[in-house]
Structure formats: C-alpha cells, structure tokens
C-alpha cells in the first residue's frame, strides 16, 4: 500500500523519488535511534544531516500496515482502514517532502511538512472519490483529533498546519475541474518554501 500511496502521490505532482519502502525501519530501530519516547506514535520520519548528504528512516506501525494489507488500492483504504490511510500518507508524504528539498538543496520546516502532509491526505481522497470532497474536508480539518501527549510546541505545530492546509484545501475545493486543482498542486509543490507558506497564511487569513 505504501508503495501505490506513493505512485498516487508521484503521478498528481509529476515527481519521481526513489521507493519509500527501502527506508522503512521496524519498531526496534526506531526506539534505538529514538530511545523510550514520551509518547507512542505510529508513524514517524527520521532525519539526520551529515557531510555526506541526508539520511532518512520512516517507520509505520506494523498495525497500520497491516490493517492495509490486502486492500483492493487506497480508494477501499480510504473506506475500510481510513485511519491507517491517513497515516501511512503521512509518512509518504513526508519522505516525498523531505527527498524534494534535499534534491533542491532548499530547507524545508517542520510547520511546511506537516501542513504539506495535510494537503496531501485531503488531495488524495478527493481526486479518488471528488463526491464526497465536503466530507473529507470536514474529516480532516473539522473532526481530527489531536494525539495524546503532545508538547505545547507540537500541538501548536499540528494545530497551525491543520489550519493552513483547510485554508488551502478549501480554495482547491473551488477549482472548476481537475486538471485546473492539479495544475494549482502542481505550482504550489514547485515553490519555495517561503512562497508556499505565504499562500497557505493568505488564504487562512
């Protein structure tokens, strides 16, 4: 599933990355790197510059992969497993993001991978099942809860990128077709992270 998460992803921003599933780290090397965590979470994206370049582990739970495991594609994901949809795209999401910028050789924060991993979620259920567009919006932005033990700064983080992308989600909403929502993506993936955040606080302004 993670597999066909990202070919959605590649083939809506007309990008290519190399396979996500070659960085995937299990739950002991994740608490190796990690230690014991104050909270469990189960997706993460572990970044770590050197001279060298960037190294990157994603880890998603063997629960959540499971549960998707043996889906007819993520359109019955997004039926059947919604929660385990939304967090294997996170973390998709996220290495996408990440592998990008570090191709640009541009920073990217952690604000503009969360918001960006938002947009994502929402794009992919509405260009799969666009008659339910209203519901996927208010799932994601309306109804999401936020997970337990978060610091005050994260949950500042999560609270700020949810709002910027419902801002940005919404205006795509109001796109007249697809092919005009998809070329909006694909000028917003191709900005800078200073442009991209600019258009997300005006529109959630």
């Known amino acids: 599933m993670l597999r066909a998460i990202q070919d959605n992803l590649e083939a809506i921003y007309r990008i ?9 780290i299990d739950e002991a ?6 230690g014991d965590v104050d909270r469990s979470a189960e997706e ?8 060298q370049g960037v190294d990157v582990g994603v880890y998603v ?33 996220h290495f996408l993001m990440l592998y990008e910028r570090a191709r640009r050789e541009e920073p990217v924060s952690m ?3 969360e918001a960006q991993a938002e947009v994502d979620k ?13 519901e ?23 609270a700020e990128a949810g709002r910027l992308a419902a801002a940005f989600c919404e205006e795509l909403s109001s796109t007249p077709h697809t092919a005009a929502l998809l070329d909006t993506l694909r000028a917003f993936w191709r900005g800078s992270g200073a442009q991209r955040m600019e258009q997300m606080r005006r529109l959630a302004a």
């Open 136 to 158: 996927w919006h208010t799932r994601l932005f309306r109804q999401a809860s936020m997970a337990e033990g978060l610091s005050t700064e994260e949950y500042s983080r999560y």
């Open 44 to 51: 993460w994206v572990l970044v770590r510059e050197s001279p």
């Open 61 to 93: 739970a063997s629960s959540v992969l499971e549960r998707l495991e043996g889906l007819q594609g993520p359109a019955e994901a997004l039926d059947d497993a919604f929660q385990s949809f939304c967090l294997a795209t996170e973390g998709v999401s």
């Open 29 to 34: 090397q994740l608490r190796e790197v990690l």
């Open 122 to 134: 929402f794009v992919f259920a509405a260009l799969h099942q666009p008659e339910r567009t209203t």
């Open 111 to 113: 604000l503009e991978l």
């Open 16 to 24: 290519h990355a190399p396979d996500v599933r070659r960085f995937l």
